[in-house]
C-alpha cells in the first residue's frame, strides 16, 4: 500500500508519517531528505525533481510488494494525481493523508523553534510557510488535526482511521 501523506511545513507531517513508517516498517521517502542529498552534490533541486525520484523509488518498492510511506508537501493537484497514478502504476491501494494544524499559534511556534534533522537542510521560515502555495483538496482523503495532541495520540489516532479506510475499501470492492 501507498501512503500519501501531505500537509504544509510544521504541521507534523514527518514525525507522524516516520512514527507509521516505523510501525508498520514500511520504506519511507521524504522528499526533504532527497531534495537535500541532491543539492550536496550540486544538483538542483528547486521544482519537482525530488518528487520524480521519490516517485521511481515508492513505485519500485510497491512492485516489491512493500508497503511505501511518501513524505511530502504535496501541496498541487497535479502531484497529487501522480501520486495516485505511481499507486496505479504498480497496481497498489493508496491511502492520501492530509496532516494540518489547526491551531495557527501553534503552527507557527511550531515552524519557528524546530531544528533540522537533516544535515544542511534550510527550514522555511513562518512567513514562507503561510505563504506557500497549497491548493485545496477536491477530493476525500483522511485529514489528521495535529493541534493539541501528542505524536503518540496522532499515530493512535491514524492508525485507527487507517484501519476503519481499509475496511470501507474492501467493502467496495
Not at 79 to 106: K, N, Y
Not at 136 to 142: F, G, L, M
Not at 145 to 163: F, I, M, P, S, V
Request: hydrophobic content about 40%; charged content about 25%; overall charge negative.
Amino acid at each position: 500500500m501507498l501512503y500519501i501523506f501531505s500537509g504544509l511545513p510544521g504541521t507534523g507531517k514527518s514525525t507522524l508519517s516516520a512514527a507509521l513508517a516505523a510501525q508498520i516498517k514500511a520504506v519511507y521517502l521524504r522528499v526533504d531528505a532527497v531534495e537535500q542529498a541532491m543539492r550536496d552534490i550540486g544538483m538542483k533541486a528547486d521544482g519537482p525533481e525530488g518528487y520524480y525520484v521519490c516517485y521511481a523509488l515508492a513505485a519500485q518498492n510497491l512492485r516489491l510488494g512493500l508497503d511505501v510511506i511518501a513524505d511530502t508537501v504535496n501541496p498541487i493537484r497535479i502531484t497529487r494525481e501522480a501520486w495516485r497514478g505511481v499507486a496505479a502504476s504498480a497496481g497498489a491501494p493508496f491511502a492520501e493523508i492530509e496532516v494540518v494544524c489547526t491551531d495557527v499559534c501553534e503552527h507557527k511556534q511550531r515552524v519557528e523553534t524546530r531544528t533540522a534533522d537533516i544535515p544542511g537542510l534550510v527550514l522555511p521560515t513562518w512567513e514562507e510557510v503561510i505563504n506557500r502555495h497549497y491548493e485545496e483538496w477536491d477530493r476525500d482523503r483522511i485529514k489528521m488535526d495535529t493541534a493539541h495532541k501528542t505524536a503518540a495520540e496522532t499515530l493512535t489516532e491514524l492508525c485507527g482511521q487507517l484501519h476503519r479506510y481499509r475496511m470501507d475499501e474492501k467493502e467496495r470492492i
